[in-house]
């Protein structure tokens, strides 16, 4: 593990891990609606990058409370309002290895080409097999946001769609590293930007489709467009100073790779 990613969440149902998940509050955890089945009891893991964790002195699990889906969800192949919000039944406590990844905007626009940083415990290039293993570590891979009508055009090689139906909507986002396997992305996990020294969320992950094929970029849920959703749902209100500052995190970094 190169680097440090204390926002990040294990989603699991009957401590099996079944989608990823990023904390944005104490109580709040932001995942894809498409992870959410029915009313199963869900809990979710933090404060590790190990799936199964020896040192449970540092992991924490707590039970969800609460489950928002987005009221405009939809879909079965192509998701659309692909967002949810979990409610923690207990607060967490912020450490070097628990913290909080800011809220964009909703005007915040970032640029074709911004270099961001997607994680998860998924297998690396058998995403599609059945019962693939997942990596013991959490993986991460460097991806590029990628201009939403040449994402569209990939997507629509394969498709039974005519190119005057997008599948690519404008509240999604697409990211790639150009040609290797996206597959070390959970559903639900976190597409992280570094802006202006801070860890922004600008994406949860939507199609699991995406691995497939190695050239298929990762798209996800664009959270510029939900931000003022996620907020009003949250009875904290708006998230400001929550979440920590770059240097901040090299600090929980430093005193990771220490351990």
């Known amino acids: 593990m190169t680097r440090h990613w204390p926002w990040e969440v294990s989603l699991q149902m009957e401590?099996?891990?079944?989608?990823?998940?990023?904390?944005?509050?104490?109580?709040?955890?932001?995942?894809a609606a498409h992870c959410i089945q029915g009313t199963k009891e869900y809990s979710v893991m933090l404060g590790t990058s190990?799936?199964?964790?020896?040192n449970v002195?540092?992991?924490l699990w707590i039970p969800v409370k609460d489950i928002i889906m987005?009221?405009?969800?939809?879909?079965?192949?192509?998701?659309?309002g692909d967002v949810a919000l979990l409610q923690l039944h207990t607060a967490v406590t912020f450490s070097n290895y628990v913290q909080p990844i800011c809220l964009p905007e909703p005007n915040f626009n970032l640029k074709v080409g911004t270099p961001c940083w997607v994680t998860g415990w998924s297998?690396?290039?058998q995403r599609f097999?059945?019962?693939?293993?997942?990596?013991?570590e959490l993986q991460e891979a460097e991806v590029f946001i990628m201009d939403n009508k040449r994402c569209d055009r990939i997507y629509h090689r394969k498709s039974i769609f005519p190119r005057i139906f997008p599948l690519v909507l404008g509240n999604m986002i697409c990211a790639t590293n150009y040609g290797e396997n996206l597959c070390n992305g959970d559903a639900g996990g976190p597409l992280a930007c570094e802006v202006?020294?801070?860890?922004?969320?600008?994406?949860?992950?939507?199609w699991e489709k995406a691995c497939a094929r190695a050239e298929n970029p990762g798209v996800y849920t664009r959270v510029t467009k939900y931000t003022k959703w996620i907020k009003k749902q949250m009875s904290s209100g708006a998230l400001?100073?929550?979440?920590?500052?770059?240097?901040?995190?090299?600090?929980?970094?430093?005193?990771?790779?220490?351990?």
């Open 123 to 125: 297998q690396v290039k």
């Open 57 to 59: 002195t540092r992991a």
């Open 129 to 136: 097999s059945p019962n693939s293993p997942l990596t013991p």
């Open 50 to 54: 190990k799936l199964h964790p020896v």
């Open 15 to 31: 401590s099996e891990h079944v989608c990823g998940g990023a904390l944005i509050d104490f109580s709040w955890v932001v995942t």
């Open 240 to 259: 400001t100073g929550l979440c920590p500052a770059t240097w901040l995190l090299f600090l929980g970094w430093l005193l990771h790779s220490q351990m």
């Open 70 to 80: 987005h009221p405009k969800y939809w879909g079965q192949t192509f998701f659309i």
């Open 196 to 206: 202006e020294g801070r860890w922004i969320l600008a994406g949860v992950l939507s």
